[in-house]
């Protein structure tokens, strides 16, 4: 069973920075396409970024393509998303996934997700 664990979100001002870690546990997980997913009140899970097994692939929703980066560290299990030149609208629950397939920017290509972190981003 894959459990996944984030962290780093916060309250913080328009423009400001975050780096949010998701710490993967249980078999395989290093050989996963991960994700990560934001959601808003009354709306549904949207894309944000996702990173192939071995780094090389990374994809970005237009929303933050060049503000956004998506990374991991395969020998601590662990995904990162740095968050530059944050806006209001940024505020979400932001969740990390994995998946074996590799379809990354739909939520349905993902098997294991995250209970999530929350970034508040004020203006």
């Known amino acids: 069973q894959v459990e996944l664990v984030e962290s780093g979100g916060g309250l913080v001002q328009a423009g400001d920075s975050l780096r949010l870690s998701c710490i993967a546990s249980?078999?395989?997980?290093?050989?996963?396409?991960m994700g990560w997913f934001r959601q808003a009140p009354g709306t549904e899970r949207e894309f944000v970024a996702a990173?192939?097994?071995?780094?090389?692939?990374?994809f970005y929703a237009d929303s933050v393509k060049g503000r956004f980066t998506i990374s991991r560290d395969n020998a601590k299990n662990t995904v990162y998303l740095q968050m530059n030149s944050l806006k209001p609208e940024d505020t979400d629950v932001f969740y990390c996934?994995?998946?074996?397939?590799?379809?990354?920017?739909?939520?349905?290509?993902?098997?294991?997700w995250g209970q999530g972190t929350q970034v508040t981003v004020s203006s």
């Open positions: 996934a994995a998946g074996g397939g590799w379809a990354p920017r739909l939520a349905n290509n993902y098997e294991y």
């Open positions: 249980g078999p395989f997980v290093t050989r996963y396409t």
């Open positions: 990173i192939s097994w071995d780094g090389v692939n990374t």
